[in-house]
């Protein structure tokens, strides 16, 4: 779940297998929308986690 403030309605987290989806959603479903008036996209393309903390 993420909290959010400031100018974002909402954040929406995927993932997919390549950026083709996610384009497509963004540019064919949600900008033909009317009542939608901007769209900002992120791509996170590697996400490094640390190891876990051993107590």
Do not use: W
Request: proline share 9%.
């Amino acid at each position: 779940m993420f909290v959010t403030s400031g100018g974002r309605d909402f954040l929406l987290h995927v993932a997919a297998p390549d950026t083709d989806g996610p384009y497509a959603f963004v540019i064919d479903r949600l900008t033909e929308r009317p009542e939608i008036s901007d769209v900002e996209t992120t791509i996170v393309y590697e996400h490094l986690r640390s190891p876990p903390a051993i107590d």
